[in-house]
């Protein structure tokens, strides 16, 4: 069982970090069996789309039932942590322990690996010394009666926090009525085993969703590369796409073409007619300072 995260099924496990509803009429149920990790600790579980690292809390149990089977709801009194998910839409797992930096696992083990490369997983300032075929830190298994016979859409799925001991029972949960999920064509659209989210392309370490995040250009200066022109009516500008600049600064401009000679500061109102205008201050080196 303790292999380090490495991805790889154990005895009757099977491999899916995804899942969606097996019968449209009935709702998905998800149930804590238990939880062994340490007393004290609110432990949470979340739903996420293939494509998305937005999460959705669903569960969370009571901070006195660690080291416990069936624990309860967080402050629900007596009642079991357990829920209904009435949804078509595939999803995957992620779980966390409140307050407790690094503690937090994803059904992907590509995620988790992405979060190794952040630093953003396991106990504060410990290696994992993990490599393309780790990360593996949820688990699925096939649930059965006890006459061995096999539970119809039904997988006992159980975690561990990266780092510890690898035991994979910090939390337990029984799942109902769910089928696996397999993203290739559309989550994976190049078919390469891994979800598009995680896909790196250039080969930096860095997952496209990170990558394609470029800076949005701005610009003191309208389309036409000349300075904007103020009228009697004044001129009304976003300062979103002009903070650009240090504290106290609206707009530094360093482009060597909007560089010019200026004599003494002059001062332009904004908006003349506005109860607190704003005033703007040529200065050197093409940095424009804001006023009130």
Request: hydrophobic share 35%.
């Amino acid at each position: 069982m303790n292999q380090g995260g490495l991805v790889e099924a154990n005895g009757d496990e099977i491999l899916s970090p995804y899942f969606q509803r097996a019968d449209g009429q009935s709702p998905i149920k998800i149930t804590q069996l238990a939880a062994y990790h340490t007393q004290g600790d609110v432990a949470r579980l979340f739903i996420h789309d293939v494509d998305s690292r937005d999460r959705d809390e669903i569960l969370a149990h009571d901070e006195q039932d660690g080291q416990t089977l069936l624990p309860r709801a967080l402050n629900s009194g007596d009642l079991l942590t357990t829920t209904t998910l009435d949804r078509d839409a595939p999803f995957g797992f992620f779980a966390d322990i409140t307050g407790r930096q690094g503690y937090i696992s994803w059904s992907d083990p590509d995620a988790n690996l992405y979060e190794d490369t952040i630093d953003a997983i396991g106990s504060p300032g410990t290696n994992l010394n993990w490599d393309e075929n780790d990360g593996h830190l949820i688990r699925v298994y096939v649930a059965k009666d006890a006459a061995g016979n096999v539970i119809p859409n039904t997988y006992i799925v159980i975690q561990d926090y990266a780092g510890v001991n690898y035991d994979y029972n910090d939390n337990i949960f029984l799942v109902e009525n769910v089928q696996t999920y397999d993203p290739t064509g559309v989550e994976d659209a190049d078919g390469n085993g891994r979800i598009d989210l995680y896909d790196d392309s250039d080969g930096d370490g860095i997952p496209n969703f990170l990558d394609d995040q470029a800076p949005v250009e701005q610009t003191a200066y309208n389309t036409g590369e000349t300075p904007w022109t103020l009228g009697a009516g004044g001129l009304t500008l976003e300062a979103k796409l002009f903070d650009n600049g240090g504290q106290g600064v609206a707009y530094n401009d360093t482009t060597t073409a909007h560089q010019v000679q200026r004599s003494a500061p002059t001062k332009r109102w904004i908006s003349p007619t506005a109860p607190k205008p704003w005033a703007i201050s040529p200065m050197a080196s093409g940095r424009v300072h804001a006023q009130c």
